[in-house]
Every structure is written in structure tokens, then in C-alpha cells.
DNA sequence: GATAATCTTGATAAAGATTATCAATTTCAA
DNA sequence: TTGAAATTGATAATCTTTATCAAGATTATC
């Protein structure tokens, strides 16, 4: 069984909840995916795999994922909830293209260590921050020139 | 008229477009709203001032306040958006408390001259970017402490 | 294995924020 | 003043996500 099968098993079991077919599913499935899904995305490959799951289950099987630690929310700005794997990745941030929608994962230690001193520096104590840049892509910009 | 009501003017001509009594008092109540309102907080303060307005109006001219660059859009993770003045301040980012909702605007030269970096490093061009930080304030952690 | 308590599921309704529609009204250039 | 064009308010529609609930699946215990 893969380490995240495992991995939602023992949270399964920590919190006396149980295990499904369906649930065992979705995980794979969601594994086998890009990262940056949005629920609705899943629920695609989801309905190929087997039709008979419902998309309340996919929302909340991701719902679950993210409890777990295997996955994580992120919201960018067209109000639509994508979802990726956390579990072996490291923390990090999002360049996008605001042309073709690609998503490129980045980190900066310099800007991880200044946001620390800016919660400091307003006494808050820190939880997390995300941070998104926006802009055009290599690609997309030959393509402006271009066409 | 204040230099905001001007601004809009200027833009509304600009793009053959119409002056209005209720554009008028929406952007009046906005710029004597605190920041970071919502659509729905400004529409109950036009509401207390005209009853006579729709929300699908101040939704309108929200927008409308975005285009002409007196306003600016400010998504965080609740999925509300939340609007704020932008002519006359400076590019900031967002400090959030989790607990009670407080926003502090903040910025740090060293964050945005790092993220010019990764633009660069990556081949993108900038167009603009969001950070936030969330985390508890002080007076948020005093009152778990105390109560 | 059978059982019973509890959890999960799928279908659907509901919620909440935002946008579209459209007839009636208002604006503004001529 | 006038008439084309934009704006308005009410409402419906959209879109994502969550809640509801009866029916079915799971698991600890015997």
C-alpha cells in the first residue's frame, strides 16, 4: 500500500472514523493528478474511474485529505479552492500565469525569514502566510510578440 | 468635490460613460468607510443613507471605483472580497488575526525586492502580487492566556 | 460469522457571494 | 428639448461549497 494510504488509514483510525472504498479511491486518484486540482477537477477523473461516487464525497474526501496532513487549500483569486499534495513537499509559494493559468512553485529563503520579522515587528504570533505572484510567462509572452 | 469624485468623473468621460446621483453617494460612503469593507458592509451603510439603492449598484460601482484605480480588490480566505481605497496609499501587503479579523498593512522593501528576483529567476513578467500573513495579535493571545 | 452502533455515502437542497437580465428611468451631447 | 445610450433596481441565475437525511457500509464486540 503507497505511505498515504497508511498515512490516511492511521488518521482514520486516531480520530475513530472509518475506512471506504471510495475513500481509498479518491486518494489515489488524487495522487495520480497534477498538483493545483480544483475539486471539481478531481471529481472528473473520479466520475471516468467510477460514476457512482458522488461529488459530495470527492468535496469532502478532500476535506479530509487536507486534515490528515496530505494535502493542502489553495485559494487564488478566482475564487475557486485548488488542492494539492502536501505530504513530502516542502513549504512554498505560487508564481502565475495570468495568460495560460501554469503555476510554478517557488521559495525564497530571504522573504520566508522577513516575513517572520514582520509578524515580530506587529506582535503577532505566527501561523502561516501565503503569498502569490502574478505575472505572464515566458511562453506567453513569445506568444503576445508572435500573434 | 473631493479629488476622488473628480478622479471618477475623469474616468467615466474618459470611457463615454454616465455620471449618476448614486455613484456619487456610493463612492461618498466609501471613502468614509473604513478599510477592507465588504460589498455587503458598504451596501448597509448606502442603505442607511438611501434605501433607494440595489445592491446589484454597489456592486457595480465597486467595480466600476477598481477600474477608475480609486479602489482596489482584496481577496483572503473566506471568500468574501473585501475592497480598499487605493489612490494615496503605497503598495502593501496584508496582516491578518485569525481570531479576530484585525487587518494590518504592512510592507518590507526586502520582501518586494526579493520577489522582483523570482519574477526574473523564472522568466515571468510582473504584474502584481499578494501576500498575507496570518496569525494570532497581541491582544488576541492575551485573551487566551486570560480566558 | 452475526450484531448493533456508528460512520459514510449519494442525491438533493441550501447557502452565500457575485453576475446577468431586462424593463423603466436617467443622463448628456447635440 | 430631445433621443440615443447608459444606468438603475429587482430579480433570477450562476457558481462553488456545505448541510441534510435516508439508505448502505464498516467495525468492534460477542
Given at each position: 500500500m503507497a505511505s498515504e494510504q497508511k498515512i490516511l488509514l492511521e488518521y482514520l483510525k486516531s480520530k475513530n472514523r472509518k475506512q471506504s472504498k471510495q475513500r481509498t479511491e479518491i486518494l489515489e486518484l488524487f495522487l495520480k493528478s497534477p498538483r493545483h486540482l480544483t475539486a471539481n477537477e478531481l471529481y472528473i477523473q473520479v466520475q471516468k474511474h467510477n460514476?457512482?461516487?458522488?461529488f459530495a464525497t470527492v468535496y469532502r474526501t478532500l476535506k479530509l485529505l487536507c486534515e490528515s496532513g496530505l494535502c493542502r487549500e489553495m485559494a487564488l483569486e478566482d475564487g475557486v479552492t485548488r488542492y494539492e499534495r502536501q505530504q513530502g513537499y516542502e513549504h512554498h509559494d505560487h508564481l502565475v500565469c495570468t495568460k495560460c493559468g501554469k503555476v510554478v512553485e517557488v521559495v525564497d529563503q530571504t522573504i520566508e525569514s522577513h516575513q517572520g520579522r514582520l509578524f515580530k515587528k506587529y506582535g503577532f504570533h505566527p501561523q502561516r502566510h501565503r503569498m502569490e505572484l502574478y505575472g505572464i510567462c515566458k511562453d506567453c509572452v513569445k506568444g503576445e510578440k508572435a500573434g
Open positions: 460514476p457512482a461516487i458522488g
